[in-house]
């Protein structure tokens, strides 16, 4: 069974830095499109950035030029660093992923999430 976890969620400082990782596990036969989302609350989920498998970025507004996302396929790993954080970035994160299952076919799958809290 496919799984993601997400870790590196923390209490930070306004201004500081962190990064979460999302690694996928399970029978896994190929990773397409992943994507960080957050959701704060009282909020909807919103997409916060995604990556292509081939490594093509694409970012919400309110992040641009703050956070950076990436992914290692050999260790079917996604990251997210996040610099400059803001009090209003405080949210759940999740991790989402179009995966193809050994013998199943495509899916898209989610982590349970890990929380980034943004106080001093």
């Known amino acids: 069974q496919v799984q993601l976890v997400e870790s590196g969620g923390v209490l930070v400082q306004p201004g500081g830095s962190l990064r979460l990782s999302c690694t996928a596990s399970?029978?896994?036969?190929?990773?397409?499109?992943m994507g960080w989302y957050r959701q704060a609350p009282g909020k909807e989920r919103e997409l916060v950035a995604g990556i292509t498998s081939g490594g093509s970025p694409n970012y919400a507004d309110s992040v641009k030029g703050r956070f950076t996302i990436s992914r290692d396929n050999a260790k079917s790993t996604m990251y997210i660093q996040m610099n400059s954080l803001k009090p209003e970035d405080t949210a759940v994160y999740y991790c989402?992923?179009?995966?193809?299952?050994?013998?199943?076919?495509?899916?898209?799958?989610w982590g349970k999430g890990t929380l980034v809290t943004v106080s001093s």
């Open positions: 399970g029978r896994i036969f190929s990773i397409d499109a």
């Open positions: 989402n992923a179009a995966i193809s299952e050994y013998g199943l076919g495509w899916g898209h799958y």
